[in-house]
């Protein structure tokens, strides 16, 4: 089976240029989110989606930050415009809810730059 | 807030020697998970310990955990050098819903061959 895809893998872009994340979660998982990864603050959850209606985003830094998923094999984060402070691995994960495990599937994650 | 934190922040050991890495988190959890990345990678899922669960082995791993105290731990016995990662603990609500998991910042372990 295929994992959680994200891309790009790498972006490097300029302070206030538009940066689009994408992710396709495991087919048939309901549940997607999206984590972002510094040294200074360790891994934080920025929103997550049930049935491709978001249900949390008070993780979400700025009204820069928005993600939409509009059908379940899909999912965007985008920065607009985006800052030096946003560098950071933007990770999407996903998961079965009925499992009751609650384990999470994460993709390679995406590393941002902003110079 | 972090409702996981980690201890040692880094370890460093020969292999064949146990690693033995420490949770703390803050409020009621339904189970507590801990996750495993390399370098440059994404997380990957190595045990799930529920909170009715007082240890739980898978491997050479082995997790425990104390409600009570609001601690788990994680022992990896006989390291090896692809032992070498970023440990983390991750905990889930006790609410209900499916809440996203809060990690700690992570336990980086070195197996020195």
């Known amino acids: 089976d295929a994992g959680v895809i994200q891309s790009p893998r790498h972006e490097v872009t300029e302070m206030g240029q538009e940066v689009t994340l994408r992710c396709k979660p495991i087919s048939g998982h309901d549940y997607l989110f999206w984590y972002r990864q510094t040294m200074m603050r360790g891994l934080e959850l920025l929103i997550y989606?049930?049935?491709?209606?978001?249900?949390?985003d008070s993780g979400m830094p700025e009204d820069r930050f928005s993600a939409k998923m509009p059908n379940a094999s899909f999912s965007t984060l985008k920065i607009q415009p985006s800052e030096p402070r946003d560098s950071a691995v933007y990770f999407c994960?996903?998961?079965?809810?009925?499992?009751?495990?609650?384990?999470?599937?994460f993709g390679e994650g995406s590393r941002l730059t902003v110079l | 807030s972090q409702q996981g934190e980690e201890d040692p922040q880094a370890l460093s050991i020969q292999e064949g020697e146990n690693a033995t890495m420490n949770c703390s988190y803050k409020t009621s959890i339904n189970n507590l998970q801990w996750y495993r990345q390399n370098s440059g990678r994404g997380l990957v899922h190595l045990i799930l310990?529920?909170?009715?669960?007082r240890e739980k082995h898978s491997g050479r791993l082995r997790v425990t955990l104390d409600t009570s105290k609001k601690s788990s731990s994680l022992l990896i016995t006989a390291s090896r050098a692809a032992d070498t990662a970023s440990y983390f603990c991750a905990t889930v609500a006790m609410r209900g819903g499916a809440d996203g998991l809060t990690f700690g910042k992570g336990t980086h372990l070195i197996i020195q061959p």
């Open positions: 994960a996903s998961r079965y809810r009925d499992r009751g495990t609650g384990e999470l599937f």
């Open positions: 310990i529920r909170s009715n669960e």
């Open positions: 989606f049930n049935n491709n209606v978001p249900i949390d």
